[in-house]
């Protein structure tokens, strides 16, 4: 076998196992994307069974970030609620009613579901993209339409993950901070999720361009072909 041969049967290779991973990466976002809404239709489902359970305050079951604090002997004395970039809330066992919990419970349920909610269309998005580059359609004018969606879809949930945030944060306050008169919803986003959607939605421009001139090259071609016959 000459030198090229070696070349050509080793390029064969590479290419026959980045579409291995392109085609495997591709089921992955797929099942992701089936995983994703099977959670947010559990987490609906969640909700409506806290709404109609009735125990005891301390037997009710915590979301991850909500921890009771026991004395000596094991007794509740405080639950602690952390709101995430060090905060802290906590509040005497005496104080904290079952509704009280229940309302930590919705804000968490809420605020996963519309973090996976906006992951949904991500990961569809990206299957789609890493099947067409598999099955050799790297330069399909639905993947740069993909890629824009993806952008979009970030930065919308810069703004939508971001004004929930702080309605979370401001539900917690209003339910275990017993002087609330300085504390106030407002509408926000999160500049770092918008920017890189920005970022992605800048990526889709240079990608529908090398696309279209791809094509646009390939089709002169063929024209050319076509005339010479």
């Not at 509740?76 to 229940?102: F, R």
């Amino acid at each position: 076998m000459s030198s090229v041969e070696r070349i050509y049967d080793m390029k064969k290779e590479k290419i026959k196992d980045l579409k291995f991973i392109y085609k495997t990466a591709s089921k992955l976002f797929n099942a992701l994307f089936y995983i994703a809404i099977a959670v947010v239709a559990l987490s609906v489902m969640i909700a409506l069974i806290v709404l109609i359970v009735n125990v005891p305050t301390e037997e009710m079951l915590l979301p991850p970030y909500m921890k009771k604090l026991l004395d000596d002997g094991g007794n509740i004395v405080e639950y602690s609620i952390d709101l995430g970039n060090g905060a802290t809330i906590t509040k005497q066992a005496s104080e904290v009613t079952l509704g009280n919990i229940k309302n930590v419970i919705y804000c968490f349920l809420l605020m996963m579901g519309i973090i996976i909610s906006m992951l949904i269309p991500i990961f569809r998005f990206l299957s789609l993209i890493l099947k067409a580059i598999s099955e050799n359609e790297i330069f399909d004018s639905s993947n740069y339409r993909m890629v824009n969606y993806i952008a979009i879809t970030t930065i919308l949930s810069g703004f939508i993950v971001g004004t929930v945030e702080r309605f979370v944060n401001f539900t917690l306050f209003k339910t275990f901070v017993a002087n609330t008169d300085n504390v106030s919803f407002k509408f926000g986003f999160n500049i770092h999720v918008v920017l890189i959607g920005v970022v992605i939605l800048i990526l889709g421009i240079v990608v529908r361009s090398m696309i279209e001139d791809h094509n646009r090259l390939t089709s002169n071609a063929t024209l050319m072909v076509a005339s010479d016959k």
